[in-house]
Nanobody, 119 residues
Framework: QVQLQESGPGLLTPSQSLSLTCTIS??????????WSWLRQPPGKGLEWIGH???????DYNPSLNSRTTISRDTAENQFTLHLTSVTPADTAVYFCARDAGYYCYDYWGQGTQVTVSS
């Protein structure tokens, strides 16, 4: 059974950078052909795909966030990390990590972590 757990700061001020880490257990981040994803849900809105890092290490990002987003991984620790720069209150959301089994079909999710950006 794969389990995902997000960790990181819950409160940021505008212009700071956000780093969230997802720790994977019960599976390997390098297993063919999974994609390890970050999504978020702002208050009162739907889910937004942020990006993913593939089993191969390749990455892909939402074009609307591309200039501020980097997703990296640590294969030794079986973790992947979201870096989002220059946050604003519009980045306030619950952030989820999830495993994409292909074609944006998510079969495992973390519980989600609240991130609030406020001055």
């Amino acid at each position: 059974q794969v389990q995902l757990q997000e960790s990181g700061p819950g409160l940021l001020t505008p212009s700071q950078s956000l780093s969230l880490t997802c720790t994977i257990s019960g599976g390997s981040i390098t297993t063919d052909y999974y994609y390890w994803s970050w999504l978020r849900q702002p208050p009162g809105k739907g889910l937004e795909w942020i990006g993913h890092i593939a089993y191969s290490g390749g990455t892909d990002y939402n074009p609307s966030l591309n200039s501020r987003t980097t997703i990296s991984r640590d294969t030794a620790e079986n973790q992947f990390t979201l870096h989002l720069t220059s946050v604003t209150p519009a980045d306030t959301a619950v952030y989820f990590c999830a495993r994409d089994a292909g074609y944006y079909c998510y079969d495992y999710w973390g519980q989600g972590t609240q991130v609030t950006v406020s001055s």
